[in-house]
């Protein structure tokens, strides 16, 4: 009880625009409660799948993306700690009255210090969500947030849900259903059909493009929440990787040391041993793709 009061109390103390924010915490009958700032549209997956809520156009949907990728940015990099919020899922995203994206529900959210790693040691979150590597390690890291987003990205731009148990064996499952149309070559074509033909080709692309990037189940193949926001905002170009297993691991090795022999040519060195601490499989990748 002391370390979750402990924990509410230092997460309480999180400020940004794109997070809900927690208010306080209350223990009713044995019930612990978190309260949160009342989000008057609620949450999205209300938008993306219930008939009572209108349909949110293509501007609203990359704009929400775009605040959560923020809020996001903020819990991994832009506060004293390294925030894991563990369940990030279109029902924790709610919106205000504008329409604006809040991440919420840090009740399963976890702090370390800048430097070090994760210490949890058991798997939660929601099914459809969970990064591959969980299940085999138990151990979340700022990259398990990442695919989570993915998974989001791609149910706001496809209106479907991450684990459909209602379709076929090859469509139920969202990352691997938009996989076979990006193999195809036919990419748009798992869009949103409410989005009827009003949206933007190029964010579209993207948005589906990053989605399956973020939620690659290789956790260094993934970018960083930085690198998410920079391709959102327009401010780096997404390179162009192949997504399928089977070779990403050699094509990794590859990109990753050639943009390390054009990191060091540039910098006058031929120290080659090993790469800057602060470069990510990702990066090492657009260098190689620049050069």
């Not at 999180?14 to 306080?24: F, Q």
Request: with cysteine.
């Amino acid at each position: 009880m002391r370390e979750f009061i402990a924990e509410i109390a230092s997460i309480g103390k999180l400020r940004h625009r794109n997070l809900v924010r927690l208010l306080g915490y209350c223990r009713r009958k044995g019930e612990l409660l978190l309260v949160y700032d009342f989000m008057f549209n609620g949450s999205l997956d209300k938008f993306l799948f219930s008939s009572e809520r209108p349909v949110l156009n293509w501007d609203q949907r990359y704009k929400i993306l775009r605040d959560v990728a923020s809020g996001l940015l903020y819990l991994h990099e832009g506060w004293e700690q390294v925030v894991l919020h563990r369940d990030v899922k279109a029902s924790n995203i709610l919106l205000d009255g504008d329409l604006n994206g809040k991440l919420g529900d840090f009740g399963l959210s976890r702090l370390y210090d800048h430097g070090t790693n994760a210490q949890t040691s058991h798997v939660v979150g929601t099914l459809g969500y969970l990064a591959h590597e969980l299940t085999r390690t138990g151990k979340a890291t700022i990259s398990a947030d990442v695919f989570s987003f993915g998974v989001v990205m791609l149910e706001v731009a496809c209106g479907r849900r991450p684990i459909d148990l209602h379709a076929s064996p090859e469509e139920e499952n969202l990352v691997d259903w938009v996989t076979e149309f990006w193999k195809r070559g036919s990419l748009l074509e798992a869009r949103d059909c409410k989005l009827g033909n009003d949206y933007v080709v190029k964010e579209l692309e993207l948005v589906l493009k990053l989605g399956l990037l973020c939620s690659h189940p290789v956790p260094a193949a993934r970018p960083t929440m930085r690198q998410v926001t920079q391709y959102l905002d327009g401010d780096a170009v997404l390179p162009e990787l192949p997504l399928d297993v089977s070779t990403y691991s050699c094509t990794i090795a590859a990109l990753c040391k050639k943009g390390l022999d054009h990191f060091y040519s540039k910098n006058g060195s031929s120290e080659q041993a090993s790469a800057p601490s602060s470069f990510t499989s990702t990066e090492s990748i657009i260098l190689a793709i620049e050069s």
